[in-house]
């Protein structure tokens, strides 16, 4: 969990097209393509597209910060979130269906993901003198050993998790000195592995070396292109960019961060950065205010362990006062599935007293909370913060030690 909690925290996600312009800019060649939020500019998209690459074909691709897009379904219909259009009007048609509806996946709850865009781009599978061929090329960081990767396959358009898991010997790793960075002689390694010679041979070392540069240039996370495609006469494309960069890093590229898209974000994690909080949503029924991500970690597995199941990460901060502890507790109550409520906070930076007042401010401001809450005060001001909540009269639980509050939680769930 605590390697998820920390992912999340840590990286914004782009669209496909987003990160095809990015791909674009470092020299790797991608699949063409114009992006359009009506059918109306879907259409004309197609048409100035076609005029631009002679593209005979489009595909329609909806922009959703989810996998699985073309196996999955606009819901309650038939239309599927990536589709071929042979005419202008097929454009029309399938942008109509998609745009604006709910487009469900693997990677989505059921309700899916609403689609603001759709990306019309050129058709790559044309027929030629030899076959076309997929593949998968992925950089990440192995953060077990502190390196970036290059991991490919010969499988690709298909789920990477499943070949690892039926034919992990297809699934080939290139580890990257970060003393000397990508080598010539591991392109070449990685385009001899995937089985290409010739022109196609030349072009893959050439995406492979470009593909690096643009993911150490970006201090990006991951990037992921699935599939790479040979096309008919042997060109090397990114037909697809699943691109997630490091949010602390952003600072030094404000154009990257132009592109966050807060629509395909919860609303409730949005809102809480906007308090400085640092949110997380989960699938829990308890809630939990902690400042510091550490100490935040140690309570929901405690709280695991204890039987109970976290509904959220949340860290108040080092310096929180009245008012964020107040934004804390509105946004815990907005989830329904929220049975019960912890506070643990130790007191080093931030004083116990402080947050005590802002826990009786929440339920002055906020009228009665229905729900249990377990508070645990220990630290700084611990002694002034357990009698401004004694004196206030507020129905709550106290505990000394974070296996008393746990038990507290478990007890108040029967």
């Known amino acids: 969990m605590e390697s998820l909690i920390l992912n999340l925290l840590s990286i914004m996600n782009i669209h496909e097209y987003q990160g095809k312009a990015v791909l674009k800019n470092f020299g790797v060649n991608v699949q063409e393509g114009i992006v359009a939020n009506t059918p109306e500019k879907a259409l004309a998209a197609a048409i100035e597209l076609q005029k631009q690459t002679g593209t005979k074909y489009w ?5 959703i910060h989810a996998g699985g897009r073309g196996k999955g379904n606009i ?19 399938i942008s109509t269906n998609i745009l604006g509806n709910s487009l469900v996946t693997l990677q989505t709850d059921k309700k899916g993901r609403k689609v603001n865009n759709v990306l019309i781009a050129q058709d790559v599978y044309y027929p030629g003198e030899t076959e076309v061929k997929e593949f998968y090329v992925g950089v990440l960081l192995d953060r077990a050993k502190g390196i970036n990767i290059i991991m490919y396959s010969t499988e690709g358009g298909m789920n990477i998790e499943t070949v690892a898991h039926d034919t992990p ?5 290139e580890a990257i000195d970060p003393k000397v960075g990508l080598r010539d002689f591991q392109c070449r390694k990685i385009a001899f592995n995937l089985g290409l010679s010739g022109e196609a041979f030349k072009g893959m070392c050439k995406f492979i070396a470009s593909l690096y540069k643009a993911y150490e240039a970006t201090d990006s996370s991951m990037f992921e292109i699935n599939p790479v495609l040979k096309t008919s006469d042997n060109k090397i494309i990114a037909v697809d960019a699943k691109v997630s960069l490091d949010a602390n890093s952003l ?39 902690v400042n510091g991500a550490g100490l935040a970690m140690a309570t929901m597995d405690i709280i695991k362990l204890s039987g109970g199941d976290p509904a959220n990460f949340l860290d108040v901060g080092g310096t929180a006062n009245a008012e964020r502890v107040e934004q804390a507790f509105r946004i815990i ?10 506070v643990n906070i130790f007191g080093g930076i931030v004083r116990c007293d402080r947050v005590a007042k802002g826990i009786v401010d929440a339920y002055t401001n906020i009228g009665e909370i229905k729900i249990p809450i377990i508070i645990r005060l220990q630290g700084t001001n611990a002694t002034e913060a357990k ?7 507020l129905k709550v639980y106290s505990a ?3 296996q008393e509050a746990a038990d507290l939680v478990t007890q108040v769930l029967k």
Do not use: W
């Open 387 to 393: 009698k401004i909540v004694d004196e206030s009269g």
């Open 169 to 173: 010997h297809l699934i080939f790793k």
């Open 400 to 402: 000394i030690t974070l």
């Open 59 to 63: 595909v329609v691709k909806s922009q």
């Open 333 to 342: 109550l907005k989830d329904p599935k929220v049975k019960a409520i912890l």
């Open 75 to 93: 819901l309650g219909s038939e239309q599927r979130g990536v589709a071929l259009a042979k005419s202008l009007e097929e454009v029309k048609t």
């Open 251 to 289: 600072f030094r590229h404000p154009d990257l961060a132009a592109m966050r898209d807060i629509e395909e974000e919860d609303p409730t994690e949005v809102e809480a950065a906007a308090h400085n909080l640092n949110y997380v949503k989960l699938d829990g029924n308890v809630g939990c205010m």
